[in-house]
């Protein structure tokens, strides 16, 4: 991939994964991503800004090559997940004068992962400087977005900052800078949901404190560059906000077709009051889309037939995921369906305990669901509305 130049002596010089369609044999990838790296060229230093994943080093190098840069002097590690450090110790190789320039809990966790040795690195301390010459590298920890070692570096000069994956999207594009901010608003907040959202509460703190720096440009190592940064911090405030939306989230499993009926009458109930719904078929359900509606909604609604003694095995995975990523809703109940018993609220449940949320009705229905089954789910439909207009929203 090509060159691609920020400002005056700022370039991008990293790598474009037009093709990976799963993150972490987990996440999935519908706009591939970008392992960016940026190279900070001074009057006297040179430094390049995360390294990238060790799969696509290549284009890395010959970016470096064909700018024909024969020495580095620090590599900035903001964090050290593989897909932004894994490239360090082949940079070393490379440029056996470089130092690593990280903080401490970062080092440590570098030298675990990689092997680098101790020697290597320079350590910093939150909001100490480093000159390049004629350019000002400063440092500020923010630890969570998304490991405890995570941090930004800002180039004071040209008021850039490089936040790592904090504020990133996974999205491609041969463009450096973005230019569809609905397309990328998405993948953003895709990225967010899935990656960003259990640490809420760390990221409001890490926003207040970036307020004091002026900030033209963010440039994330994964996805474009913002140089319209308001849009993206704009939509981090909304997102991480204790404020949630008029939405009702329903991940759901259905067997023999109980649980989908009472899904469908529940979202018809929803709608007809005025509720923005969501109804997830976990067979076919992309879990990102899943998580991005979790970011706003004021209820989920997990809706399973009973297997055995428990909920559907996919049930249970939305559950955890939704447990993990700890969205700000603030009710939640289980529907469903069963046979002759078991304890399927109960198990759904004990795996939220992650979410502050008040649990309304439940609604299990022996077999296919009746008349006096339908009432429940109105009945539902009415203390959710109840519970919304309380919120105010
Ligand atoms: Fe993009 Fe936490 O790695």
């Known amino acids: ?50 390294t990238g994943d060790p799969e696509t080093l290549n284009d890395l190098f010959e970016n470096l090559k064909n700018h024909n840069i024969t020495k580095i002097d620090y590599i900035i590690s903001n964090h050290a997940e593989q897909d932004h450090s894994g490239g360090i110790p082949d940079v070393l190789a490379k440029y056996p004068e470089a130092k690593v320039v990280t903080n401490e809990k970062c080092k440590k966790m570098l030298i675990d992962l990689l092997n680098i040795s101790e020697d290597k690195f320079f350590v910093i301390k939150d909001e100490e400087t480093l000159s390049l010459g004629d350019k000002t590298l400063q440092f500020f ?18 008021s850039i900052l490089f936040p790592c994956d904090f504020l990133g999207s996974h999205f491609v594009s041969s463009e450096l800078f973005v230019k569809d901010e609905a397309k990328v608003y998405a993948s953003a907040k895709r990225y967010y949901a899935e990656i960003m959202m259990p640490f809420r509460k760390n990221i409001t703190g890490h926003l207040e404190k970036l307020q004091n720096l002026k900030i033209d440009m963010i440039a994330p190592s994964h996805g474009q560059v ?21 939405e009702v989230v329903i991940p759901y499993i259905s067997m023999h077709g109980s649980t989908k009926k009472m899904v469908e009458y529940l979202t018809d109930a929803l709608i007809k009051r005025g509720i923005k719904v969501k109804p997830f078929n976990l067979t076919v359900t992309d879990i990102g889309e899943l998580a991005i509606e979790l970011v706003d909604a004021c209820t989920i609604v997990i809706a399973s037939p009973t297997v055995l003694t428990g909920p559907h095995p996919s049930v249970v995975y939305a559950s955890a995921l939704a447990n993990m990523l700890k969205p700000k809703a603030k009710f939640a109940t289980v529907i469903g369906s069963f046979g002759w018993g078991g304890k399927m609220v109960e198990k759904i449940v004990g795996m939220l305990g992650n979410l ?30 109840e519970k919304h207009k309380s919120l105010d929203i």
Do not use: C
């Open 226 to 246: 913002y140089d319209k940064p308001k849009f993206i911090l704009e939509a981090y405030k909304d997102w991480t906000s204790d404020n949630v939306k008029n």
């Open 356 to 385: 502050k949320v008040e649990l309304l009705s439940t609604v299990m229905v022996k077999g296919f669901p009746k008349e006096n089954d339908f009432r429940a789910l109105d009945n539902l439909a009415d203390e959710i509305l």
């Open 1 to 50: 991939m090509a060159i691609q130049k920020l400002k005056r002596n700022v370039f991008s010089v990293g790598s474009k994964h037009w093709d990976r369609r799963l993150f972490d044999e987990l996440i999935p990838l519908p706009d591939g991503t970008t392992y960016n790296s940026y190279l900070v060229e001074g009057s006297e230093k040179t430094a390049l800004i995360d």
């Open 141 to 158: 920890l923010t630890p969570w977005v998304h490991w405890p070692e995570t941090m930004v570096t800002y180039l004071k000069e040209n």
